[in-house]
């Protein structure tokens, strides 16, 4: 069975101390990897897409990695309005040609000033 | 662009009532997705579409739950009798085939369910 899993679920950071999300999936026909932001009460807000193992993407102070079996999320000197859910996702190859998108359960990051 | 579109945005209901959440998916967008997020289980994919067609309902938790796509602009997903274990948001995406376009999914901003 195809499984998406995250760690931590829970991540309490101070202002500018540097952590990473981890990412890792057991899965067949890997198609691609997202991760998303999501912010209470509000629908995920897509962030990065990879496509093979090495490959990395950039966006002010997150950096997404993507090995064969994880990917990893890392956050530089992170700031109070990085505080969110961040939820990665595997696009998979299904049946039929078409391709499934399964999410992870999340990590859940504060940022504290 | 507007993006994905979701009715009612919050909605509470006594069980045994009908609900039935709507979707206007991104145009241009051929796959439509279902999703329920709770706190212990997190972002469920329900159904997804593909063209209008169902292509796989096997997240759908059982009868009580059905979802229709009759064209490319909008999508139902009914609960027929609701349940209090129904309460949950639920989150409908689209995306285009392109792959150019990234594959990346837009989320509407949910509906948000209380059944009491």
């Known amino acids: 069975e195809d499984q998406v899993t995250q760690s931590p679920e829970a991540l309490r950071l101070q202002e500018g101390e540097s952590s990473s999300l981890n990412c890792s999936y057991t899965v067949s026909g890997l198609r691609g990897l997202f991760w998303y932001r999501q912010d209470p009460g509000k629908g995920p807000e897509f962030l990065f897409t990879l496509y093979s193992a090495g490959e990395e993407k950039e966006k002010e102070r997150l950096k997404a990695t993507l090995t064969k079996k994880e990917s990893f999320l890392h956050i530089t000197a992170p700031k109070p309005e990085d505080s969110a859910t961040y939820l990665c996702a595997v696009v998979l190859r299904h049946s039929g040609g078409y391709q499934k998108v399964t999410f992870g359960i999340g990590t859940k990051l504060q940022v504290i000033p | 662009d507007a993006g994905v579109i979701q009715s009612p945005r919050h909605e509470v209901t006594e069980m045994g009532q009908e609900v039935t959440l709507r979707c206007k998916p991104i145009s241009g967008h051929d796959y439509l997705f279902w999703y329920r997020q709770t706190m212990m289980r997190g972002l469920e994919l329900l159904i997804y579409?593909?063209?209008?067609?169902?292509?796989?309902d096997s997240g759908m938790p059982e009868d009580r739950f059905s979802a229709k796509m009759p064209n490319a602009s909008f999508s139902t997903l009914k609960i027929q009798p609701s349940e209090p274990r129904d309460s949950a948001v639920y989150f409908c995406?689209?995306?285009?085939?392109?792959?150019?376009?990234?594959?990346?999914?837009?989320f509407g901003e949910g509906s948000w369910l209380t059944v009491v």
């Open positions: 995406a689209s995306r285009p085939s392109d792959i150019s376009s990234g594959n990346t999914i837009y």
């Open positions: 579409f593909n063209n209008n067609v169902p292509i796989d």
